[in-house]
């Protein structure tokens, strides 16, 4: 740690200063009612800490120039489906909506319509500016509606007027970059049969010259879905499907989107994803992407919709709030009493072991399960004392693996000798302090969907050890947000979000016996690196989902820097675990992980923006 760790960034005063107003002043107070003094002060860290690349640099680089978009506009597309944009409108400002229809008339690709429902015809600017544009561009059509009928009917009304095999929603203050379409359509001729799309987005100031919070997004993630509508913006929907939806309903003003979402994933063959920038949404006083107290009644209407589609999946869930405004915890009952052997493999160690032990026994809130303790060549006397003691605890087991070290062959030879129908894998040195974790990971492993889970893992000073691998860090694979204060929840709150993942640690990981079974267990070419990974990898390629839960934390004693490679059969070892990595997994390393983002680091393990040609990463 030090003056490079990249969690303990001074305030940009600057920035705060820069931002002040009797509004934002306002803002600061309800926040601060809301979170308490403590929790206000790490998320002002948060929002206003040094960027290691600053976005609007980053931006300006990564826009398309001229020349690019020239270029796109040339594309001769095998497939040229029309796409209607629906923009529902109501007493817009006028430059706002000239800038937003502007941006549609941008477009390189040039096979759209615009379907404006007017719910404020008694303005006259509004009105007089629909007809100007109307006039001049045979694409854009708007409807007057009798009257108002709220965003869901407005919508709904400009649903209708759409004749495109697609349809986008584009709010009627907000922006699209000028290669939204093309990049929609070049998805679609790679992937026909993608029924919902969507983009990435950022946000922009209200006069559209600072742009600010991207929100770079992974491939279609269902526990995120039921964490956050992190779906959001530019959202593209094949309009049979939206036809079957029936669009938007009443009662879910707030949320309309986010219920849509979920009514059209359900039905959906495929969901698309554009990891690309291709969205702007604008921010003002009245807005939700700058105010989110400024429409409680939004986050409600969130909860139900999360609530109606658990229902309509028949998936058992206790839908709540979090702190942060319009993110969602969903917690799965545990069913029945199913039996979990809880694999522990050992080699001395006695304190730590105890340590272990007497969390399971006693801080434990869920009372079936075996422990297999798997002894693994240990030498101490006071190791095989404390073995004699536990010879009466009904729950322990021990077993004795006599061959060399090999996390895989240790962790596969207890999987045999297991009762359970879940086999919990656990690490000699981690320490229980909530009791409720393992109903946490149990309710959510016995979901069908799901074929692995795992735990938020903190080192003892409080720090994130663990939440969740993604593929391609430091090369291979690397877990998210190390070193990060626990308290603090991460970009766009990540660390702290129930959420589908390329893989867990197996320092703590929970799995169905039956899926373990099925797929070979633990590849004992792999003895001590990337196992876990690779096991992961495998339960994602057999349409099982692996998830990291936040809400199950426990304490792993393992030291930030783990033993050295210091001998020249370790490096050896190490290098041929990197390389059956690299080639039973070539694919997805080049093509990147999905439940991350392309325009990320690989470097920084805290979704710090990756550098683009010519740009740096910030030092120190």
Known sequence: MGKN????????????????????????????????PKEFWIRLHERFEPEEIPYELWYEAYRPDEKTLDKQRKKDFRIRPLISIA??????????????????QAQTYTNWELCIANGSPEDGTVSKVLAEYEARDKRIRHQDLAENEGIAGNTNAAFAMAQGDFVGLLDHDDLLAPNALFEIVSLLEREKDCD?????????????KEHFQPHFKPDFNLDL?????????????????????????????????????FRCVEKAGKVGHVPEILYHWRTHRA?????????????????????????????????????????????????????????????DETETLRNCIDGLLHRTAYHNFEILLIENNSTSKEIFRYYRSLRN??????????????????NNFGAAKA????????????????????????????????????AKLLYPDGKIQHAGIVIGIGGIAGSMFVDMPGERTGYLHKASLMQDMSAVTAACMLMKRDVFERLGGFTEELAVAFNDVDLCLRVNRAGLRVVYDPYAVLYHLESRTRGAEDSKAKVRRF????????????????KGDPYYNKNLSLTKWNYSLRPLPGMGEKKG
């Open 196 to 208: 919902v799309i969507y983009t990435d987005e950022d946000k922009v100031t209200m006069d559209a």
């Open 225 to 261: 879905l039921r964490s956050n509508n992190y779906i959001c913006h530019f959202l593209v929907i094949r309009r049979s499907l939206l036809a079957r939806t029936g669009g938007f309903r009443a009662g879910f003003d707030g949320a309309q989107d986010h219920d849509l979402i």
């Open 393 to 410: 605890e009904p729950k322990i087991r021990l077993l004795r693996y006599k061959g060399p070290f090999n996390y895989s062959a240790i």
């Open 287 to 347: 807005s939700t992407a700058d105010n989110p107290n400024s429409k409680m009644y939004a986050y409600e209407a969130g909860k139900r919709a999360i609530e109606e589609h658990l229902e309509r999946t028949g998936v058992k869930g206790e839908v709540s709030h979090t702190k942060d405004y319009g993110f969602y915890r969903v917690k799965y009952p545990v069913r029945g009493e199913p039996l979990v052997s809880i694999l522990i493999p050992n080699k």
């Open 575 to 590: 290098q041929n675990e990197i390389e059956y990595m690299r080639c039973n997994w070539i694919d997805l390393l080049k």
């Open 87 to 104: 923009v529902p409108v109501y007493r817009t400002p006028e430059t706002f909506l000239r800038q937003m229809i502007e941006s549609v």
């Open 5 to 36: 760790d990249p969690w303990m960034g001074k305030i940009r005063w600057t920035k705060v200063l820069h931002k002040l107003s009797p509004y934002t002043i306002l803002k600061g107070v309800r926040y601060l009612r809301h979170y308490g």
């Open 419 to 454: 009762r359970g129908e879940f086999l919990l894998f656990l690490n000699n040195d981690i320490e229980i302090k909530e009791e409720d974790w393992l109903n946490e990971m149990l309710g959510t492993c016995q979901r069908p969907d799901v074929g692995a889970i795992g």
